[in-house]
């Protein structure tokens, strides 16, 4: 379904170029070089080097916030140079420009109308293009171009959105009793998060035990405040999916939970 495009000159901006560099510097400076109207937002440059799950987790939790014609500009690229495609993803008319490379899985989950372009116009790059820094000389570039108002079919060829890259996760399993998937992200405050959702929820959240590893909560919660400072808790977050944590305090470290651990949600056997 063709989608329509508005350009908003709003530019959100995530990656994992740190903030001890310029790197995020010159990709700014590309963008409002081309077009200095623009408004950037930054998202994030913590996401940890090259952690592509990460990555697509943070954009996942943003862009809806933004208004329709916003262009999110997200660069984590292990593959810089390599022969993984830039594209530009137009997903519930907000303009994604990214590596190919599975940083947009889950926005692709979500959306309900997608088109995809493969950015090979090459008059839209900076010049020289290092094959290190695409997104200095390809991503920035494009993204500024789109967010002025140029048509995603000026910056690249469309492609079949089924074509994408996707990431191979750990499937959430849901049976009648019961589920279990894995912590996808750990946010600042050592808090877990999951893609678990009231959904999947084989009971009402009173009569349900959680456990991840060595941790055992009994029910899922509102907030953090329906526990006492220092007790674990678990709740749905403002991403939508189940999350751990313990009130005042880091979960992850005190229960020494780590990315891809099951959380397993089972209902209380009376």
């Known amino acids: 379904m063709e989608q329509e495009w508005r350009a908003t000159g709003i530019v959100t901006f995530l990656s994992d170029y740190g903030i001890q560099d310029s790197y995020v510097a010159q990709v700014k400076g590309v963008m409002l070089a081309r077009h200095p109207g623009l408004t950037i937002v930054d998202i994030s440059h913590l996401i940890p080097a090259q952690d592509i799950l990460e990555g697509a987790f943070q954009l996942a939790t943003c862009w809806r916030v ?70 200095r000389d390809i991503f920035g570039p494009v993204a500024a171009a789109l967010a002025s108002g140029t048509s995603p079919e000026r910056v690249g060829s469309p492609v079949d959105p089924a074509t994408l890259a996707r990431l191979l996760l750990p499937a959430l399993e849901v049976a009648a009793d019961g589920v279990r998937g894995p912590i996808v992200s750990i946010d600042h405050f050592g808090n877990a998060r999951t893609l678990i959702r009231p959904e999947h929820l084989p009971a009402p959240p009173e009569r349900l035990t959680v456990t991840c590893g060595s941790l055992h909560i009994q029910g899922i919660s509102r907030t953090f405040g329906d526990v006492e400072p220092g007790q674990p808790v678990a709740y749905f977050g403002s991403h939508g999916g189940l999350e751990l944590a313990v009130r005042n305090g880091n979960a992850a470290q005190q229960w020494h939970l780590v990315r891809g651990m099951l959380v397993e949600v089972r209902r209380v056997r009376r």
Request: proline letters at 7%; glycine letters at 8%.
């Open 66 to 135: 933004y208004p329709s014609g916003t262009v999110h500009l997200a660069v984590v690229d292990p593959g810089v140079g390599t022969s993984r495609r830039p594209v530009a993803v137009l997903a519930d008319a907000h303009l994604f420009v990214l590596p190919d490379n599975g940083l947009v899985t889950f926005v692709l989950e979500e959306a309900r109308s997608v088109q995809a372009w493969s950015l090979d116009r090459s008059e839209f790059f900076r010049h020289p293009v290092s094959a290190t820094f695409h997104g």
